[in-house]
């Protein structure tokens, strides 16, 4: 596996992997086009034999900075990826100077809980009914 900045060409892929994980509540091709285009916002790829596998994108501003998104093919989940994902944007987050990472998950969702309680991540607050079905959202803060 190799992890590396996405490129134009790669929001395609990236798009249908969006539909695959999080079907009504993915971004659209064009949310990720803007994302693309805007400079806070940095996507990390991860590819198995040129296939990417799971991708994550983090926006940074000033000291602060919010992962966006964290998604890992079926096949490829549990067993390192999105982990690997999570500490390269956090990596870049600590690279343009945030000092604390905020992130939201599902509280359903234990093995990106897991995940991100191992990396550091603490829960600050629920937001209740937050996602379209009426799931909790759990928001997590990492000092860096």
């Known amino acids: 596996m190799t992890l590396r900045q996405w490129k134009y060409e790669d929001i395609l892929r990236i798009s249908q992997l969006e ?3 999080f079907g009504q509540e993915a971004w659209s091709y064009m949310m990720l086009v803007s994302s693309f285009e805007t400079e806070t916002f940095t996507a990390i ?10 991708y994550g994108g983090i926006t940074s501003a000033f000291d602060t900075a919010d992962i966006a998104n964290l998604a890992v093919t079926e096949p490829y989940r549990r067993s390192g990826v999105g982990g690997a994902i999570l500490n390269e944007l956090l990596s870049v987050a600590q690279k343009k100077g945030a000092k604390k990472v905020f992130l939201e998950v599902r509280v359903s969702n234990t093995p990106a809980l897991i995940t991100y309680l191992k990396s550091g991540f603490t829960g600050v607050y629920t937001r209740a009914r937050y996602y379209p079905d009426g799931e909790d959202c759990l928001v997590m803060a990492k000092e860096l």
Not at 45 to 54: M, N, P, Q
């Open 19 to 21: 539909k695959e994980c």
């Open 45 to 54: 790829v991860a590819e198995d034999g040129g296939e990417i596998i799971g």
